[in-house]
C-alpha cells in the first residue's frame, strides 16, 4: 500500500466536497476532480518527495562536513582505533561527496520549490473559483466562472511543463558545454 500523506487526504476529501457541492453540471465536476484536483494532489506529492530528498541529502552533506575534519583531526596512538579512523573518516567523505553529487544532478531543491509554487498557484486559483473571488469576482455564478477557470488552469499546467523542459534542455545543454568545454582543453593539451 503507498505511503498516505495525511495532509494531501485531508486536501482531496475537502476538495471534493465541495467540489459535489457546487451547483455544477457532471461534466464540470468531473473536470475539477480529474483535471484540477488531480494534477493538485500529483504536484503536492512531487513538491513532498523533492523536499524530502533535499534535506535528507543536504543534512547529510552538512552534517558529514562538519564532522570530517573533527575525525582527520584527531591523533590516536592505538593503531587499530587509528585504522577504524582511517575507514571511518574515507567512508563519510565518500558518503559526503555523493551526497553532494546527487543533489546537484537532481537539483531537488530546484525541484521542490518549482512544485510547490505550481500546486500553490493551482490551490489559489481553486480557492478564488470556488469563493467568486480574484478572477472570478464578476461571475454570478459557477458555472459562468467554470471556462475562466478551466482556462486559468490550463495555463498554470502549460507554463509548469514549458519551465519544466527548457530546465531540463538547460541542463542537458549545459552538460553539453561542460562536456565539450573538457574535450577543447584535452585536445589543446594533448596538441602541445
Known sequence: MANQDPYR??????FINIIE???LPELYQHFLTS?????LLW???QAGKARNRYYTLRLITIIGGVALP???SLNINNIEIRDSIVWLTFS???IVAMSAAIEEFFHYGERWRHYRRTAE??????????QLT???VNCINHEQAFTAFANQIEDIIQRDVEVYASQVVQEKKQEEDDKNGKQDVISIKSEN
Request: glycine share 6%; aromatic share 16%.
Open 21 to 23: 457541492a457546487l451547483n
Open 9 to 14: 487526504e485531508f486536501l482531496k476529501q475537502d
Open 70 to 72: 573533527a575525525l582527520v
Open 121 to 130: 498557484s493551482l490551490k489559489t486559483q481553486g480557492w478564488q473559483f470556488f
Open 92 to 94: 563519510l567523505s565518500q
Open 35 to 39: 483535471r484540477w484536483l488531480d494534477q
Open 43 to 45: 504536484m503536492e506529492a
Open 134 to 136: 480574484g478572477s472570478y
